[in-house]
């Protein structure tokens, strides 16, 4: 099929590549096991798949629906309802934008990790066992902080200055197909493991004493889900939408929006079944949070022995793969604003500009993540807690999650704030201004029947909303308490 200006997905096996390859990222690879250990297993796993049912789809719906129903970006397509509701979409803008600025630094991070494996296979560094040692040496080594953020920055423009069949689509037709080969392979000789079982009864065995916790309780649970659930579908800021201009009429939407949600929770569960039996059979911790993908596994990696350099390199090889299939749509919510813009004002695009212009700033906007350690303290750039005069870990003095660190901070703004922002607003408009129906009518074109239609009927007036309130709550209550 001959692209048009905008772009258009090639098939509609490519389109679900390219949106599964969206959602599956370092969210399900990283995010979903830390988050599960720290949360009670099964109970998190309960809670995660109800919120991807009652809420996860209708917005994934609503979103692929305005998206092909305008032919637009996240901007236009709320522009083409009323001008004044285009800041929804700019909300979308400027969180993929910030998200961006922290993703690449950890996909470059992953890209460390992955060259190091490769090059202790090949005898020439003694990588694995450096364990654990080598994660505080990787973020005050700047150069190479700098230079792997930088390479994965480049990586995403190249794809997405490829254009959508040419460059996003291609790429995930390979990578996507080859991640879940590879994940698979690891599952299955993670299996083969003395001791695996343990990380299968944390994930499995009914078990709700969390809720009991008084630091986490059922609210805490329900809001990590919840956040997770969110992010992992690569909801709430647009992405979606532009994926969904590119689509064909003649295509299910319906079917797409239960495809992509029932993949990348497949992918999650089972990337949970790769990471918990590991450390659960090398006796490393799955409770310790954000450091089990860098850290643990190196761990892990490190006990398995003969075998672990290339388990390791694999490993990280597909996180690489799932990072970059998600980075690349976070890029290309922001390029296609301006490609539609560009047409708009009958000009001719030029997206390899608008792409590499974007990569750039992002770039910028990316160092203080990149320089100031994580918030280690003492690096070449100082971490908010720092800038604000707060001794690192002291609580009663405003030492929060948001200011322990550039990423976190990053993230409490675009993931805590901007996306249930983004997705409270368009639900209330899909449920209240347009109606559900716009959706319906749009995904009944060619003859399409929809199903459930009072089911998200309820979920777009309703479960939607009151869900989002309750995140935003919880992000502003972490804020200042
Ligand atoms: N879903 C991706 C992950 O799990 C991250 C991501 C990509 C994303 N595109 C997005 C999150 C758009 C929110 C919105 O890692």
Redesign the pocket.
């Known amino acids: 099929m001959q692209e048009n200006k905008r772009g258009s997905w090639g098939s509609n096996f490519g389109f679900l590549m390219a949106a599964i390859g969206?959602?599956?990222?370092?969210?399900?690879?990283?995010?979903?096991p830390y988050k599960m250990g720290k949360n009670g297993g099964f109970a998190f796993l309960i809670i995660y798949l109800l919120l991807v049912v009652f809420v996860g789809i209708a917005i994934m719906l609503g979103e692929l629906a305005l998206g092909r129903k305008t032919g637009l970006a996240a901007v236009g397509a709320y522009g083409e309802f009323s001008k004044k509701h285009k800041w929804v979409g700019y909300l979308?803008v400027i969180?993929?934008f910030v998200?961006l600025a922290f993703?690449c630094v950890l996909g470059g991070m992953v890209m460390r990790y992955m060259m190091g494996f490769l090059l202790q296979i090949l005898g020439l560094d003694s990588f694995v066992g450096q364990g654990s040692g080598f994660f505080g040496f990787l973020l005050y080594d700047h150069g190479g902080m700098l230079f792997f953020f930088g390479l994965f920055m480049i990586i995403n423009m190249l794809i997405v200055a490829g254009g959508v069949q040419k460059g996003i689509e291609r790429f995930s037709m390979v990578g996507m197909p080859a991640l879940f080969v590879i994940l698979l392979f690891v599952v299955v000789f993670v299996a083969f493991q003395p001791g695996a079982i343990e990380g299968y009864k944390f994930m499995l065995k009914p078990n709700l004493d969390v809720f009991s916790n008084p630091e986490i309780g059922f609210l805490g649970v329900l809001k990590a889900a919840a956040g997770q659930m969110?992010?992992?579908?690569?909801?709430?800021?647009?992405?979606?939408i532009t994926y969904g201009s590119y689509l064909s009429k003649k295509e299910n939407l319906q079917r797409n929006a239960l495809i992509i949600p029932f993949a990348?929770t497949l992918i999650?569960v089972l990337a949970g079944f790769a990471v918990m039996p590991a450390c659960a059979a090398f006796g490393v911790d799955y409770g310790g949070g954000p450091g089990l993908l860098f850290v643990s596994m190196h761990t892990v990696f490190e006990k398995m022995g003969n075998f672990g350099a290339f388990v390791g390199f694999l490993f990280y090889f597909l996180v690489f793969i799932?990072?970059v299939t998600?980075?690349i749509?976070?890029l290309e919510?922001c390029t296609a604003n301006r490609v539609d813009k560009a047409i708009a004002k009958g000009k001719e695009p030029n997206r390899k500009k608008i792409t590499f212009i974007y990569g750039a700033i992002i770039f910028i906007v990316g160092l203080p993540v990149a320089l100031d350690a994580l918030g280690s303290g003492g690096s070449a750039i100082k971490a908010p807690y720092e800038i604000l005069g707060i001794t690192a870990g002291d609580v009663a003095a405003g030492f929060r999650v948001w200011n322990d660190c550039w990423l976190d901070l990053y993230d409490a703004f675009?993931?805590g704030v901007l996306?249930p922002l983004g997705a409270l607003f368009m639900s209330f408009l899909i449920g209240w201004k347009y109606k559900p129906s716009t959706v319906f009518d749009e995904c009944e074109q060619n003859g399409n029947k929809f199903r459930g239609k009072l089911f998200f009927t309820l979920c777009f007036k309703f479960v939607v909303p009151v869900a989002m309130l309750f995140v935003l709550w919880g992000q502003v209550k972490d804020f200042f308490f």
Not at 230 to 240: N, T
């Open positions: 969206s959602a599956v990222g370092l969210g399900n690879i990283w995010g979903f979308g969180s993929a998200i993703y969110f992010f992992s579908l690569s909801l709430g800021m647009g992405a979606m990348d999650a799932a990072a998600s980075s749509s976070l919510v675009s993931e996306m």
